[in-house]
């Protein structure tokens, strides 16, 4: 099953000021793009912090929460995980989705990523600096990645997409 982490950093790397901060500093553009990617993806997984941060589950896709909480909610198009990853990709898999979209936060991308299970990474640089905030992983790595395509969002936006390699 291909894992693609879609995120949108600032400059300086952050993905949001805190955990429960909104995503909406992001360009119209990387939100329609994060749209496309995901209902053509069919599912995103992200952790319940992120889940928090939207009103309600993203529509026409299945929404894969993580999170250590019991007596969760039943919710339309959520499905709720812990545990291991590989297990819920492999549910995944027989449910007949081939591809997820990895959607933060740091800590979940910093578990895929370790465990060897994110194929692509597509990027979106706001023109922001945060300064201080949540970083895109939890902890150091040695990734080596292969760029596969540069577009321009925006005038002030690029989004990259690599390869992990």
Known sequence: ????????ITLDG????????????TSSEDKKQFIDITKRAGVIIMGKNTFNTFK?????????VFTDD??????????WASGEIKPVLEELE??????????????LNTLFLKQGLVDEMIITIEPKVFGMGLSLFKEEFD???????????????????????
């Not at 952050?14 to 500093?25: E, F, Q, V, Y």
């Not at 309600?56 to 894969?64: A, H, I, S, T």
């Not at 019991?70 to 499905?79: A, G, H, S």
């Not at 292969?146 to 989004?159: G, P, R, S």
């Open 1 to 8: 099953m291909k894992v693609t982490l879609v995120m949108a």
């Open 14 to 25: 952050k993905i949001g000021k805190a955990s429960d901060h909104l995503a909406n500093w």
């Open 94 to 107: 027989n449910k007949g989705y081939k591809e997820v979209v990895l959607g933060g936060g740091s800590y």
């Open 56 to 64: 309600q589950p993203l529509k026409d896709r299945l929404n894969v």
């Open 70 to 79: 019991k007596d969760l909610p039943i919710i339309d198009n959520v499905m």
């Open 143 to 165: 990734i080596d990645l292969e760029l596969l395509d540069i577009k321009k969002l925006n005038n002030n936006t690029i989004n990259l997409h690599y390869k992990v390699i």
